[in-house]
């Protein structure tokens, strides 16, 4: 059931404004304004790891007590003693949770990742998010001095999801930059339409259904279809086989238009 203090039409409007970056640095500034008009908060703070580079971002919605350096090198050697953290290491597939879930006050406090780091920001609970995106750990810390409703929970809860899809897309929107116009004669020349090259384009990169729907401003049930009649004009089976006739068009020669039968030669016989 919907907690009836968070207005539908608030919600509505924080789901418009949520999809609206499409610049995946901007992202974690983005999400973490949304959740200040939602949740009070002393801080919130936003941490992503890329696990193909390794790089490691760590950003706060306003200045803390620590430097940058000592507040890693403090976190560092007691984030072991995060109750979530611990919960997701031992397998947890709690995505919302908060201090309290696991821990009482007084056995929080006796943490040295209390009295080393929490303490100092003035906070005494934590609400955590967890966004599972391929590749990537993601999370979104909401600190503040008070504990929080089951209300406010349900309804990160209802979120989560969508912040997870705001940031693919806003991944996805980032990638498309800058990307080149596509010549699609070769493709036109089998009958597909403008719209159709346009699938077929993205989807010989790989992308779904769903994904090329993001990027063409389209229902996924209209890519599905403009798929269907890609299958049949090219005369192939599935996506893969698309993809690789896609590229094959590609080549100049498709390009050059069909000579036609060898007119006869001007030296040979005459009717």
């Known amino acids: 059931m919907a907690d009836t203090s968070f207005p539908t039409a608030r919600v509505l409007e924080t789901l418009h404004r949520l999809y609206e970056v499409k610049d995946v640095g901007n992202f974690p500034r983005h999400l973490m304004g949304i959740i200040a008009e939602l949740l009070p908060a002393t801080y919130i703070s936003f941490d992503q790891i890329d696990l193909k580079t390794g790089a490691a971002l760590n950003v706060f919605d306003r200045p803390i007590p620590f430097t940058r350096e000592e507040f890693m090198a403090r976190w560092q050697a007691h984030c072991h003693e995060h109750p979530g953290i611990a919960h997701l290491d031992a397998g947890g597939s709690e995505t919302v949770f908060t201090i309290g879930d696991f821990l009482s006050q007084p056995q929080f406090q006796a943490t040295g990742l209390y009295q080393e780091v929490v303490r100092h920001f003035g906070v005494r609970d934590q609400l955590g998010i967890i966004l599972p995106v391929p590749d990537h750990i993601l999370g979104v810390a909401v600190n503040r001095e008070t504990g929080f ?23 996805l929107f980032s990638s498309l930059r800058g990307a080149p116009e596509m010549d699609y004669r070769s493709w036109r020349n089998h009958g597909l339409t403008r719209r159709e090259c346009e699938v077929l384009h993205w989807l010989s990169e790989g992308k779904r259904n769903g994904e090329i729907a993001i990027i063409l401003g389209a229902q996924p049930r209209t890519i599905a279809k403009h798929v269907e009649n890609i299958l049949a004009k090219l005369r192939v089976e599935n996506r893969a086989a698309a993809a690789a006739e896609a590229r094959r068009l590609l080549d100049p020669a498709c390009l050059l238009p069909n000579p036609g039968p060898t007119p006869p030669s001007a030296s040979g016989p005459h009717a």
């Open 149 to 171: 409703t089951a209300g406010e929970k349900q309804l990160m809860q209802m979120l989560q999801p969508h912040f997870v899809r705001a940031f693919e897309n806003a991944r």
